[in-house]
């Protein structure tokens, strides 16, 4: 018996999962889906090219009349673990909206936040953190990879961020706020820190030897050194730029 | 750009596509849905729910747009003193025609929420439990309001026979 077709509801679900959904072998079988997927995405189209560009100011005039009223109600999805207050956060590429380094059809965005000024923040490309600032992150990837985030500092240290056990990195896909999070050595100065996602099974040392090689030793060249070169094809990295101040009184 | 914005730029770039696509579905004008559009991100962007993942957030994203959209059909349709238009999926069955002229010509007159369940079943042509999911109430609420409706529905086409 032939199942049925899904519905638009179930088609957006397919769209927004990246066809990771459990209705993705009808649909690649059934021609008048393909077809009903092909409209979609003609009017997701339609919305990037017109309707976006003529609504953006708009909404992000009408966004800021508001005064954040979302990060109150965001608190409590912060674990309890030592977080008494929290945060938010963001992350950010360092390159707005065009924010990622990757291979044709392929993107990934790192979102950081922190609470060390006592009020919930999103961290952007060079922002000042307190030394010892705790971190939470939230990652988003067009396609199924396999996930690490690591940091470099000053001294040329590698240090593994997520996930914090195991081989390999951790599998995601779509948008996902990660488990954990990071806290800072208390160490003033330039801290990079990298979200690499490959198709492969790739491992930490690799990844340390690879960043080893891409940034020696020094403030200049983490400020500098945006990419970390020699890692399998395929492997999408975006980057972010902390400036480590003093520490926070815990 | 701020970092906020950039994050609220972002979002609406990933999500817009399927706030449009609902509001272009209900409302059929491409102006109205793209009024709509920025009007329902707003009311998103208002919730803690916008923090998830894309793919969780689909059911507030439906909800949030189906609602909206039913307001301004319904009140457009006041202004105009018509009924609403709506276009039935292809997937339902023909055997409920009688309760797609119901639901055409009587939906105005029911709440937001029973709106939006009668037009899950009978324009989207959702199974209860799939609405009940993309609605975030339970299969039970879908399935009470989807009898009040009809019942009530048929009381009111009774009334109105000559």
């Known amino acids: 018996m032939t199942a049925p077709c899904p519905t638009d509801f179930a088609l957006e679900a397919y769209l927004l999962a990246r066809g990771h959904t459990p209705t993705s072998g009808h649909i690649q079988h059934c021609e008048r889906c393909q077809a009903r997927l092909a409209r979609m995405e003609e009017e997701g189209n339609e919305f990037r090219q017109s309707v976006y560009p003529a609504t953006i100011d708009a909404v992000l005039a009408s966004r800021a009349r508001r005064s954040w009223p979302w990060l109150k109600p965001a608190l409590w999805l912060v674990p309890a673990v030592g977080l008494a207050a929290s945060v938010l956060l963001v992350v950010r590429d360092p390159h707005p909206l065009a924010d990622y380094i990757g291979v044709k059809g392929g993107s990934v965005e790192l979102s950081t936040f922190t609470n060390d000024t006592g009020a919930a923040r999103a961290l952007s490309d060079g922002s000042t953190v307190s030394s010892n600032a705790k971190l939470r992150f939230k990652f988003r990837t067009d396609h199924a990879c396999s996930l690490w985030i690591i940091s470099v500092d000053a001294s040329g240290e590698v240090s593994r961020v997520f996930p914090e056990a195991g081989s390999a990195g951790a599998t995601v896909s779509g948008a996902q706020e990660l488990a954990g999070g990071a806290l800072l050595d208390g160490k003033s100065g330039p801290e990079r820190l990298f979200a690499i996602c490959g198709t492969g099974r790739l491992r930490f040392e690799e990844i340390a030897k690879a960043a080893h090689a891409a940034i020696p030793p020094g403030e200049s060249s983490v400020r500098r050194q945006r990419t970390i070169g020699g890692l399998p094809p395929g492997t999408l990295q975006t980057t972010l730029l902390l400036e480590k101040g003093t520490p926070d009184r815990q | ?162």
């Open chain 2, 1 to 162: 750009m701020t970092p906020d914005q950039q994050q609220v730029a972002q979002l609406y770039r990933r999500v817009g596509p399927t706030i449009y696509r609902r509001c272009l579905r209900i409302l059929k004008s491409r102006a109205a849905a793209q009024d709509a559009t920025q009007e329902v991100f707003l009311k998103i962007l208002k919730s803690p729910h916008h923090f998830r993942a894309d793919e969780a957030l689909l059911p507030t994203l439906y909800q949030t747009a189906t609602h909206h959209c039913l307001n301004v059909m319904r009140d457009a349709a006041r202004r105009q003193k018509k009924h609403l238009d709506l276009a039935f999926a292809p997937d339902v069955s023909t055997d409920s025609f009688p309760e797609r002229q119901l639901t055409q010509q009587i939906l105005s007159r029911f709440d937001v929420e029973t709106q939006a369940i009668a037009v899950g079943v009978f324009v989207d042509g959702m199974e209860q439990a799939e609405l009940a999911g993309a609605l975030g109430v339970s299969s039970k609420t879908v399935s009470r309001k989807l009898t009040r409706f009809l019942t009530n529905a048929r009381k009111f086409i009774h009334r109105s026979e000559p």
